[in-house]
């Protein structure tokens, strides 16, 4: 099965979203075990699987836009659907999976 490295664009986010989750108190912190453990496989770059994306894809689909959007994370940059949107990649995450997806599908 082929493995995907993490452009630089989505560790950033993935990254930025575990440094503002450190930064909060305990009771505003987001993410389950599983989405921290994909921001630290995220923002370290390591490859991930093809099932990993549609994973991605699958929690993108699930908290919608809204957590990604430009004035969610103007109005909210700390909230806890904010933070758990950058740990799985935030938009630029949403993007790069959805482009593997798209070629798959060709």
Known sequence: MPSYRPP??????????????AAQTPSNRAGTAVGLARARQLSNRQPVSLDTVRRMLSFFARHGASPGSAAAHRDRPT??????????????????????QADQDE
């Open 8 to 21: 630089a664009d989505v560790a950033r986010a993935a990254r930025r979203g575990l440094q503002i989750r």
């Open 79 to 100: 909230s806890k659907a904010a933070q758990a949107w950058l740990l799985w990649g935030g938009n630029a995450g949403r993007r790069w999976a959805a482009r593997i």
